[in-house]
């Protein structure tokens, strides 16, 4: 089965495997999904649990002396998008799960998070706290698909598999069914993978999103390198987009170049 869970481009040093403490990995056909404790994340001191996919990229960290602290960057940044753009919100439909991070901050809220593999759910119950009440398991387009229409304020995307954000998921019609299921006013936010400027599939995915939604905005974490990867949060809203650049965690805005449209079936030789 293919897994889809949240990610982030960052992966653990060499030389942090030394402070790594396994606590928990799976077997059977979920193999590779771990749960370490370490005193030192990406160079901070302190007390860490994170999940993880077979020494891939961190799906999810939780600093166990705050629990309450969200320890990476990008669910601060999208925090941040939903309270400024609408500070009333309720009802939002999330796609992938991983530890419940924002789902978890915003406790009040209606959420409904989809996601594919029922062990990453059962996992983040036993080790990270969450309480799995509001996740569906299944494929997160289906599952939205059966949503009533202008039922939802946000739409929530932090969904990856081996090659990426999965294409169905950015696809021209997936954006025409999120468009759907949002009220009018309401937003999609997606956590991508890509390098910023120049970067073909972000600039295809902008260009689609914008088909669907008059307004978008894109931010990028900042790198030495044009070719590292790094998460891009991307938002389109039926409504003017709001932040202060202050409280996206280091994310800065940028303007994707023009792509092609990204379509169900279509491969990219067709293009």
């Known amino acids: 089965m293919e897994r889809i869970t949240t990610g982030t481009t960052i992966t653990c040093a060499s030389k942090e495997y030394d402070r790594l403490q396994l606590r928990y990995k799976t077997s059977g056909p979920n193999a590779g999904i771990e749960i370490y404790d370490t005193s030192e994340l990406y160079g901070e001191k302190g007390s860490f649990r994170i999940m993880q996919f077979s020494g891939e990229a961190v799906q999810g960290a939780m600093d166990l002396e705050r629990p309450e602290r969200i320890v990476f960057e990008y669910p601060r940044a999208i925090i941040h998008l939903m309270k400024q753009n609408d500070p009333a919100f309720e009802d939002v439909f999330a796609i992938g799960h991983g530890i419940g991070t924002i789902a978890g901050y915003f406790a009040e809220k209606r959420f409904k998070v989809a996601e594919l593999d029922d062990k990453v759910v059962e996992i983040s119950k036993a080790w990270f706290g969450c309480s799995g009440d509001h996740v569906v398991i299944g494929d997160g387009r289906q599952l939205l698909c059966m949503e009533k229409p202008d039922t939802y304020d946000y739409i929530v995307l932090d969904a990856f598999n081996a090659q990426g954000t999965p294409r169905h998921l950015i696809s021209s019609e997936f954006f025409r069914i999120a468009r759907d ?84 079936g279509v491969g990219e030789a067709a293009k």
């Open 181 to 264: 299921k949002l009220h009018a006013g309401g937003s999609i936010l997606m956590n991508l993978i890509g390098r910023g400027d120049n970067d073909r599939l972000i600039n295809a995915v902008h260009t689609t999103l914008s088909e669907h939604f008059p307004h978008t905005v894109s931010f990028s974490m900042p790198s030495n390198r044009i070719t590292d990867a790094k998460n891009i949060i991307m938002m389109g809203s039926g409504k003017p987009i709001r932040f202060q650049a202050r409280h996206m965690a280091g994310f800065a805005e940028f303007a994707p170049g023009p792509g092609h449209l990204i379509l169900d």
